[in-house]
């Protein structure tokens, strides 16, 4: 179903679903997804390794989705960049939203191109009044391309602009006013950001509005002694954890995945990452009905 315009109702809350824990689709363990169905309640693809219209990929993508709920997360809206929207790109994402059929879509609040150069990182924003207003107009235009509110994640930083007038949980929080987008929430992101830039994850989590947050990741990083990598090669770390389990305590139960991108383990070992977030938040659900 097409969703009415969301510049006539910026203020809508985005779509919520109730999806639980899952973990990202990776290539090394297409052939686990195809041979059996393995214990997780839904997965996450990235949504340009199944843009293509044939091939492997989109038929191992179509074969999970019969099993399992899909989110689809970008990595190449660039939603901030200045150059124009990408006409081709938003045309193979529309399809590839009208042939899956999945429980959210993501990208990334970040930039990424510049005079058609694609940079094949994701960059942060200035977080000023004019950023706003731009990240804003295109937050419209993609979300009435696709019919369906767009979830933007937090990105890693490990640099601030000195004409940044707000903070990212300030421009986050506007955002979502402005355009009535979802958040996906990285948990690791959070930390990773506090300890490069010297602010406290708490005060992120008590300044972004967590009711708009869709789903949340978790992921590990790398320690270079003076500034955090976010690598995803690791395990989740216990700072991650800890915070992870602050945000449920604030937010409530959320769907929450697990990603995994480089040096990807056998899949038992995400899947016991996806187990351990789906105890953490029995725990304080568990925890929270005896208190009330």
């Known amino acids: 179903m097409r969703h009415p315009s969301f510049a006539a109702r910026p203020s809508r809350p985005p779509t919520r679903p109730a999806l639980g824990h899952g973990v990202g689709l990776r290539t090394a ?4 997804f195809l041979a059996e169905r393995p214990e997780v309640d839904w997965v996450e693809a990235v ?4 843009m293509a219209p044939g091939g492997r990929p989109i038929a191992v993508l179509e074969q999970v989705r019969r099993d399992l709920p899909v989110v689809l997360h ?14 081709r790109y938003l045309a193979d994402l529309s399809r590839l939203v009208r042939r ?12 990424g191109t510049h005079r058609g150069q694609y940079l094949h990182d994701l960059l942060p924003l200035p977080y000023t009044e004019e950023a706003l207003a731009h990240v804003a107009g295109r937050v419209h235009a993609v ?7 767009l979830l933007l994640e937090n990105p890693s930083a490990y640099l601030a602009y000195r004409d940044s007038t707000m903070t990212e949980w300030e421009f986050l929080a506007a955002l979502v006013r402005r355009t009535g987008c979802g958040l996906l929430l990285d948990v690791n992101n959070v930390h990773v950001s506090g300890h490069n830039l010297g602010f406290d994850p708490l005060h992120y989590l008590a300044g972004v509005p967590l009711d708009a947050v869709g789903y949340l990741h978790l992921a ?3 320690d270079h002694g003076r500034y955090l990598l976010d690598t995803h090669d690791h395990a989740v770390p216990a700072a991650v954890w800890a915070l992870h389990r602050e945000l449920v305590r604030r937010r409530g139960p959320v769907p929450t995945l697990v990603e995994w991108d480089e040096a990807i383990p056998p899949l038992e070992v995400v899947v016991a990452e996806r187990d351990r977030a789906a105890a953490l938040e029995a725990e304080e659900l568990a925890a929270a009905r005896r208190a009330s």
């Open 29 to 32: 363990h297409f052939a686990r």
């Open 47 to 50: 949504s340009e390794n199944f």
């Open 74 to 87: 970008g990595v190449s809206l660039a939603i901030g960049s200045v150059d124009p929207l990408p006409e």
């Open 100 to 111: 899956i059929e999945p429980a959210l879509v993501s990208d990334h609040l970040c930039w």
């Open 143 to 149: 979300q009435e391309r696709l019919g369906r509110p």
């Open 220 to 222: 590990g990083h790398s």
